[in-house]
């Protein structure tokens, strides 16, 4: 089984698009993981049916019971996030300013204070209009932990891929490179670098690949949009070839992009003729790069 990672320095960039495209060429032959807890979009296009749902918890944050709690303030004075605060008789916790250290916990002389786990969001696996399987999620506005949720996410989708006998997962990242990214490349063995001909994204690119070597995992890469900066997309070139990373395509700026998205579609969908061969000569250079 080949777990391929689409990943984009930055935000915008088309990342998502493109999974949507090649999920509909290759939709026989994967299981696709939304790994972009954060901000998941692939279920606008996926349109998926959960077939199962199951709770995410991670970290902690203090609660106080009100029947044990005597007010002696112990624990808004130890506490440096000035989280608790007095509320009438009794003293109380702002989640939002919790960050779970545990401190006040241990100094409450009436045990009144507990310490539960959080329940921060939701993993799902679903049935799709496209007929391949998704496994995504959905985090609490909010929460943190994002990067653990994309493990889990990556966990179920190995495991229904083995009992499903698909040959390739296709993993839409997070943007950025931060914990949910390192998430989403851990395990991976190819990772699709998704990128655009600007300043930021060609500066976040190339911090990307100092990310993705750490990995030692090949990487292959479309530029999306490249006639919208010529120049950029030449030097974006000239520093693949450097660094030995596959050029896999160079798209176009083009509005059926736009209009698949607002449709709640795959481009595929949206223009089949024009976008099918572009899509499957990329699907098949990604299942030979190695
Ligand atoms: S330390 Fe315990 S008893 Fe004292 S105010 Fe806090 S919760 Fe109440
Ligand atoms: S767990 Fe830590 S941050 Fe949260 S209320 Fe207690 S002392 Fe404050």
Redesign the pocket.
Known sequence: MKEIVCISGKGGTGKSSVVAALSWIAKDEILVADCDVDAADLHLIFAPEPEKSEEFYSG???EIDPSRCIACGI?AA????D??HPVGNVYQ?KPL?????????HVCPQNA?S?PEQMVGHCFTSNTRFGCKLVHAKLKIGADNSGKLVAKVKNEAKQLAAALEKEYILVDGSPGIGCPVISSLSGANLALLVTEPSLSAQSDLERLWKLIQKFQIPAACIINKADINPNISHEIKKWLKKEGIRMLAELPYDEDFQAAIVNGNSVLEYNYTKWQPVFEKIWQALKETK
């Open positions: 902690i944050k203090a624990c130890k506490c440096r996030f989280a608790i916790v300013d919790c960050e779970g250290c545990g401190y006040c916990f204070i310490l």
